[in-house]
């Protein structure tokens, strides 16, 4: 039986952290920042946890590392 490949673009978008969690980057952060509260902005800088419908599927793409 061949190995499972880890999706690439996953591995470059998501990662474990040391509890288990997967975080990831936050939306609505790449364009149109001018109409954007600064302080919101500051916020969604800082990684966020996947949500709780998403976990699976993203452990699924991350064979390798999400399952450890």
Same mark, same amino acid.
């Given at each position: 039986?061949?190995?499972? +490949?880890?999706?690439?673009?996953?591995? !470059?978008?998501?990662?474990?952290?040391?509890?288990? !969690?997967? /975080? %990831? /980057?936050?939306?609505? /952060?790449?364009?149109?920042? @001018? !109409? +954007?509260? =600064?302080?919101? +902005? %500051?916020?969604?800088?800082?990684? #966020? @946890?996947? #949500?709780? #419908?998403? /976990?699976?599927?993203? !452990?699924?793409?991350? =064979?390798? +590392? #999400?399952?450890?």
């Amino acid at each position: 039986m061949p190995k499972m +490949k880890t999706h690439s673009g996953s591995k !470059k978008r998501f990662h474990k952290t040391a509890s288990g !969690k997967l /975080r %990831g /980057r936050h939306s609505n /952060r790449s364009h149109i920042l @001018e !109409k +954007k509260a =600064p302080r919101g +902005k %500051g916020q969604l800088g800082r990684p #966020a @946890e996947s #949500a709780k #419908a998403d /976990r699976s599927r993203v !452990k699924g793409l991350l =064979p390798g +590392k #999400a399952g450890r």
